[in-house]
């Protein structure tokens, strides 16, 4: 993404970031939260894994079908330039050959193989960053630019086939009407949910192309990577943990609901140091990794990176819930902030620009994490859950008026600041006795064990 932005510069970075959010959102439709209960389904019966693999894999392709009439119908109602035409298609193409392959990787989580899934994200990264520097070399456009990206999705799904063989998992595909309207039946919901989930991303995106310019897209879309990029700790957290959560969904959740209540608070308690460091570093940060030219978009990061905090709160909060089968809860809650995030990016943005889809992006995953909060509270009937939960915001809010009133420039008070307001922020957690030393150890044990 960095070679990406330096490269294609503020405007045509623009054109790349809408057409990623464009084909991203269309070919959201194939993901139908398939993955996470083929993930669900072959934890809880690995010898029915072939079976459960093949069916998802037979789904996901007539999925794909659709995307493609999607696809083409969008061209031909908007009849955009060749250019774009193109880099549409091949980005479209790119996206479905992972489609597929994701539905091997979901193997990996099921059998608890974690480190499988990082070979295969470092094999993408890696031939990611070699192709695309190859065409950057050669001084190629957008459109090569795409294709080298397929390239390393026709990589990573070749590695994902073979680790997937390596377990001895192979897709039985046959004929299984049956199972294949149950699978679509499961997953529908979870399908609506990545639809909002993207929709809520993307909006911005697409707010800004249609309302501002080209610039203010690329602004936002740098912004909102290096926040997303963030989000690899608490996923890897949650699929770590999520064969365990899906066993105890339905077996102990007096054991579940102790679990959630302790993971939720860590990620929380991690996640406000992050938060802290690209908000007071946010100038440094985009001018470091995407240059000078991007300058602009330091004001739309320092806002966007306090949305760190409800996305770790919320990447587990939608594992436990589907783990207990309820994945409609987490449709309504992704519903619901898309329905809040469209008029907000609408009302903000005119008025802000960029910093506005910023604003809009958090106060919406604030509003999910709340949402799904007080779902599980009721739900998974935590003792004092809420109450717990509701201990964690004195120490935010000192350190957001901490961070308010001093304002600091230059390396050296933007480095104190930063510290002071962390070691502020832990000091208050440990006078108020919401965290220990020895529940620290226990939790980072835990954490070792299942990610291991």
Known sequence: ???????????????YAFIIALVGFIVSITYFGLERVAIREIARSKEQANERLGGVLVVRWALSGIVVLAIAGYLLLSSPPTTIVLAIIVATVSELIWASGSVFSCTFKAFEEMHLETVTTVVFRLSSLFLIGLVIWFRGGIVLLLTAICGANIVRTAVAIHYSRSLSVKPLIRVDFPLWKRYAKEAFVLGVVVVFALGTLKTGVIALKYMREVRDVALFQSSQTVVLQMQVLPMSIAMALFPMLSKLGVSDQDRLARVAGTVLKYLFVISVPIAIVLHVFSGAIITIVFGRDFSGASSVLSTMAWCIIPLFMSSL???????????????????????VNVPLNILLIRSYGAPGAAMAVLASFVLLTLFQCFILAVHLKIPNFLRMQTRLLPPLGMVLLFLYWFKWSGWYYQVVGAASAIVFFIAVHFMIATISLDEIRSFAKKMHSHGS
């Open 1 to 15: 993404m960095v070679l990406l932005a330096r490269y294609l510069g503020v405007e045509n970075f623009g054109n």
């Open 317 to 339: 909060t939608e594992f436990i819930l589907i783990s207990m089968n309820r994945q409609q809860d987490v449709a309504k809650t992704w519903a619901l902030t898309f329905v």
